[in-house]
């Protein structure tokens, strides 16, 4: 049974070694399936693609969905952990690379078998429990595809959408925001086309790496001189590829980039001006061919229902063992969103402390925590290592808390 401290560090540690890709999350289903199917839940797989749905029924009440995203991430891990990931897979672009949970996924579905456990042992709620483990958070692709795949036409509509996500906050904190929560994102690709040819004669090409160069600077003034410093907007060039010798010059250069805002209206004006520079510097370097820019993918900004967000913050601090904040917006962005407003249902969904509390020693305020987690690794980064006990405790208690305030 996955609900005692050391059933949960063994599942977790087992799930941290053998991270999956979006999409390719086939062992980390078949475990959780598993771990449900005994629990006594029915059990559908394949959801979605590679997603898991589980349903749980004690008479007439709500029903209350509570999510967890499994996916892991294209990153080398650098924890030093004896349960690191040496997992590597196959990308998009059909290259091998190293895979690691660097957001916490790891945790969530951990979290969610736990809190499974739990509510199975507790006799005293009426209504249903429809669990969701969803694949492919992090390419914004997981909770569409499940909703396309007939998840509410097939499971039922819940009442009210949960779930949480680990951040580098210490064990012990949650982090809950009415209305805005998470920030929507837009991943954009761009291909500049220049004119190749010997590193010797520059002149006798246009140069794409430079003109690439020149974009990232130029695309960097966006957020700070178009948007107004009361709107949220993130505005990051993550890849940058040209080339393949020192002397040749290249044909093209390839950015990827990721945009993150709360407002529609931002939104909008942050596309349209990187749509802007981006054909503005390609003409201005004399580019044979206009540029291309192709969205990758999205999701919208997740909005905390007010309602919900009361409820399980009475309920969180009722039950004692957490200190509820308000860390307001994040830039990080989540699908989780989706489930809730295809639904057309309130979402409460809130940051999970991860971090060893003793970093946290003398700060006081919501300011002095911010300063502390902002000097820590976060989430993405190849070391971040949220600290699995008590963490995994802290998040079983927090999402069967948040379930039975909503469950008869």
Not at 145 to 156: I, K, S, T, W
């Amino acid at each position: 049974m996955p609900s005692t401290p050391e059933a949960l560090i063994a599942i977790y540690e087992d799930l941290h070694r053998h991270p999956e890709l979006g999409g390719q999350e086939h062992r980390t289903a078949g475990i959780v399936a598993d771990h449900l199917r005994t629990l006594g839940y029915d059990v559908t797989t394949g959801v979605g693609g590679t997603g898991v749905v589980a349903t749980l029924e004690r008479g007439a009440g709500p029903t209350v969905l509570l999510r967890a995203d499994m996916d892991g991430l294209p990153v080398r891990e650098d924890t030093g952990l004896p349960y690191a990931s040496t997992a590597t897979a196959t990308t998009a672009d059909g290259k091998e690379h190293p895979v690691m949970h660097a957001c916490g996924h790891d945790v969530h579905v951990t979290c969610l078998l736990g809190a499974a456990a739990r509510l199975v042992e507790d006799r005293e709620w009426q209504g249903r429990v429809l669990l969701v483990f969803q694949p492919d958070e992090e390419t914004g692709n997981g909770a569409r595809a499940m909703v396309a795949d007939g998840l509410y036409e097939r499971f039922g509509k819940p009442d009210v959408v949960l779930g949480q996500h680990v951040a580098p906050l210490p064990v012990g904190v949650l982090g809950v925001t009415a209305g805005p929560a998470f920030a929507a994102s837009d991943s954009l690709r761009v291909v500049l086309h220049g004119s190749g040819g010997h590193g010797s004669r520059p002149e006798a090409t246009v140069d794409p790496v430079v003109l690439g160069a020149a974009t990232v600077l130029r695309l960097q003034t966006v957020v700070a001189r178009e948007i107004a410093g009361s709107d949220m907007a993130v505005v990051t060039v993550g890849s940058f590829h040209a080339g393949t010798a020192p002397n040749i010059i290249p044909d093209e250069a390839v950015l990827q980039l990721s945009i993150r805002t709360t407002d529609e209206h931002v939104r909008a004006r942050v596309l349209a001006a990187v749509e802007r520079i981006v054909r503005g510097e390609a003409a201005a370097a004399g580019a044979p061919r206009e540029p291309e820019v192709v969205t990758i993918d999205g999701t919208p900004t997740v909005v905390n229902d007010a309602g919900a967000c009361a409820r399980v913050t009475a309920a969180f601090q009722a039950a004692g063992g957490h200190l509820v904040v308000d860390p307001g917006t994040v830039t990080g962005s989540e699908d989780v969103g989706i489930l809730a407003d295809e639904a057309g249902v309130p979402c409460a969904y809130w940051l999970l402390g991860g971090a060893d509390p003793a970093l946290f020693a003398g700060a006081t305020t919501v300011e002095e925590l911010k300063r502390v987690v902002g000097e820590l690794p976060s989430n993405h980064s190849p070391r971040f290592a949220p600290l699995a006990a008590p963490t995994l405790e802290s998040g079983v208690a927090a999402l069967v808390t948040a379930a039975r305030s909503f469950l008869g």
